[in-house]
């Protein structure tokens, strides 16, 4: 029996990467094997902590994962997934799961018209410039009223940056993002502006828990790196680096910019 149920999570761990490679190929591209099984390893765990246990299912689960951030489920800037999740009144799971799918899909192609010229054509260049203007934002502790007041400035600024995001969420699920963003900043010892900004904006792009999620590796390895855990500005510094290379690895750009 244990020898069957190792070749049946073998063959499902095997059809789910061959999902990724044919619908997520960048994914399969930038992930090594062993971070794309961490992945569906957590897509199965997740999937099942909601009732979610049929092959099915878990590939839609993961596809969602792959979409939204692998922490969607608990993300403040999509609440309707822990209400789907949550909601036992759909005939079967595969009706809930559907539904989820569909939403979620829904919500992430919409989203990408943030990052879209006016030709339609996929256009990274405005996610760049916020990240390049978050690399000229001070590096200086702020303290408490401060760290108050720059949640406040960091809602009007992804308002600003990501006008279909804002219109898709609202202001009060943008405020728990920036609201968020404080809080796990500051819960790596990051409380500086440059650093909580940082959070923010990658928190709305890539998903709530991007800091420990396995599709994001460079950023679990440097908030977890004990040579920075005391000096908050290296720690920044470096974060700053590593998302920028992250986006230039995913819109295949030649060019990179200096972070500050």
Sequence with gaps: MLALEQACN???????????RQYFPKHAELLSEDELRVLIALARERARSHDLVSERNVALYLDLMCFLGSGFDTDPQIPW????????????????AGKLHAQGWDFAQKSLEDFKDPAGKKEPYRLLAVLDEIGRRTLDTLQPQALRVLADQLCSDMKNAFPVRYTIIGEDCLARVARRAVESARKYGINNARGISLFAVVSLVAGASFDRDPQLP????????????????????????EALECLRQWWDLNVGMAAQ
């Excluded at 073998?10 to 990724?20: N, Q, S, T």
């Excluded at 997934?81 to 809930?96: H, V």
């Excluded at 460079?218 to 680096?241: F, G, N, P």
Aim: net charge positive; proline share 4%; no cysteine.
């Design 81 to 96: 997934a822990a209400e789907i999740l949550a909601d036992r009144s759909f005939p079967t799971p595969d009706a809930r």
């Design 218 to 241: 460079w950023a679990s390895r440097v908030l977890s790196d004990e040579s920075t855990s005391a000096d908050s500005i290296a720690r920044t510094q470096q974060l700053h680096r």
């Design 10 to 20: 073998k063959a499902f761990g095997e059809r789910m990467l061959a999902r990724i």
